[in-house]
């Protein structure tokens, strides 16, 4: 990988970050407790609690790729990065464009 691939790849991880953070916090708000005052029937409360469990699970995984993509960030002007974790071939630069926080490539993320 050049360092123009670098340097675009940089930008697509920083904004990704950005736009991750934005949804970790719009997640955290929709997983707040449901409250017993409310006054929602049996059927809406239970539906309620079942969109909290949705956005919960969303939340983890939007929480899990913020750290990949931090780890990506301060990993990226390293020498090796690029290169498969467990095979260490570079991994194709189109396929970090797409994830930037994968550290295999795909044969490799496919074991």
Same mark, same amino acid.
């Given at each position: 990988?050049?360092? &123009?691939?670098? *340097?675009? @790849?940089? $930008? &697509?991880? *920083?904004? /990704?970050?950005?736009?991750?953070?934005?949804? =970790? %916090?719009? @997640? $955290?708000?929709?997983?707040?407790?449901?409250?017993?005052?409310?006054?929602?029937?049996? =059927?809406?409360?239970?539906?309620?609690?079942?969109?909290?469990? =949705? /956005? $919960? %699970? /969303?939340? !983890?995984?939007? &929480?899990?790729? !913020? *750290?990949? @993509?931090? =780890? %990506?960030?301060? !990993?990226?002007?390293? $020498?090796?990065?690029?290169?498969?974790?467990?095979?260490?071939?570079?991994?194709?630069? /189109?396929?970090?464009?797409?994830?930037? *926080?994968?550290?295999?490539?795909? !044969?490799? %993320?496919?074991?």
């Amino acid at each position: 990988m050049n360092s &123009k691939e670098k *340097e675009i @790849l940089k $930008e &697509k991880i *920083e904004a /990704a970050l950005e736009d991750t953070i934005l949804k =970790v %916090a719009e @997640l $955290e708000e929709l997983t707040k407790p449901i409250g017993p005052e409310n006054s929602i029937g049996r =059927v809406s409360r239970m539906d309620a609690i079942n969109n909290k469990s =949705v /956005a $919960e %699970a /969303a939340l !983890r995984s939007t &929480k899990r790729k !913020r *750290e990949s @993509l931090k =780890v %990506a960030l301060s !990993r990226i002007d390293k $020498e090796n990065f690029g290169d498969c974790s467990l095979c260490k071939r570079p991994i194709p630069p /189109a396929r970090l464009m797409y994830m930037p *926080e994968s550290t295999r490539c795909v !044969r490799c %993320a496919d074991r």
